[in-house]
């Protein structure tokens, strides 16, 4: 379901390795930020219905109802000056705020419900 770079992995297993055993990044989305959904992630234990993608020991979980928005998305993790940390890429969104922390879903059956926007558009949170 997720897919982990060669870089998310190091850094999971870097965050990870205090963490019970078994536990993993839960990814999940909520209503909220600049374009409707925003991605959360936290240190979890799997819980019963959860989708569990694992690679080279590392786990990353989702619950139910965020399957849907985060099928076939890629966790990744960027290093760079100007900004450091995991970074989801995901074909579900229409459109995500430059701050790459929300995204807005594509609508199922209708591209005309959600006219391309191009990636990284200015983010409308006051600064």
């Known amino acids: 379901m997720i897919l982990l770079t060669d870089s998310a992995v190091i850094h999971l297993r870097a965050l990870l390795a205090d963490a019970a055993s078994g536990s993993g990044l839960r990814l999940g989305v909520e209503r ?26 590392v786990r990353v979980l989702v619950d139910l109802a965020s399957s849907p928005y985060l099928k076939g998305c890629t966790l990744d993790y960027t290093d760079s000056l100007a900004d450091s940390g995991f970074k989801i890429l995901n074909p579900n969104a229409a459109r995500s705020c ?30």
């Open 32 to 57: 909220g930020g600049c374009a409707g959904l925003q991605y959360v992630m936290k240190v979890s234990a799997p819980a019963p219905g959860d989708s569990i993608s694992e690679r080279d020991g």
């Open 98 to 127: 430059g701050c790459g922390t929300s995204f807005e879903p594509q609508s199922p059956g209708d591209p005309a419900a959600s006219p391309p926007v191009p990636d990284g558009e200015a983010c409308a949170t006051p600064a």
